[in-house]
């Protein structure tokens, strides 16, 4: 059992910066974590993740170059470094504990989630 939880979030102007965090009880490093975001009206879709196996990371298109996961050793916390947001960036980040293998992850590839932190991006 993982649980999960993302803080992190906050409203910030185009092109500002924000640090998600995402901790966790329970046994993560066992497990590849995942970020995912939902706009209002919108469906939830994936934004990176992060093989448990390996380090290797994966970045939908939109945010790569400017999104960076990384994972605090030992430490049952993994972060998501957002630079340079932009207007179609905000929404309800989630991070989630499942399997990274390459490709888009998919929601139900993630067995654990946690409540969501709110980015805003707001001039």
């Known amino acids: 059992q993982v649980h999960l939880v993302e803080s992190g979030g906050d409203s910030v102007q185009p092109g500002g910066s924000l640090r998600l965090s995402c901790s966790a009880s329970g046994t993560m490093l066992t497990y590849s974590i995942g970020w995912f975001r939902q706009a209002p009206g919108k469906e939830r879709e994936a934004v990176s993740c992060?093989?448990?196996?390996?380090?290797?990371?994966f970045y939908i298109d939109s945010v790569k170059d400017r999104f960076t996961m990384s994972r605090a050793g030992r430490q049952n916390a993994v972060y998501l470094q957002l630079n340079n947001l932009k207007p179609d960036d905000p929404g309800i980040y989630y991070c989630a504990a499942g399997i990274c293998s390459g490709g888009i992850p998919r929601p139900y590839e993630y067995d654990y989630w946690g409540q969501g932190t709110q980015v805003t991006v707001s001039s």
């Open positions: 992060m093989s448990s196996q390996d380090g290797l990371t």
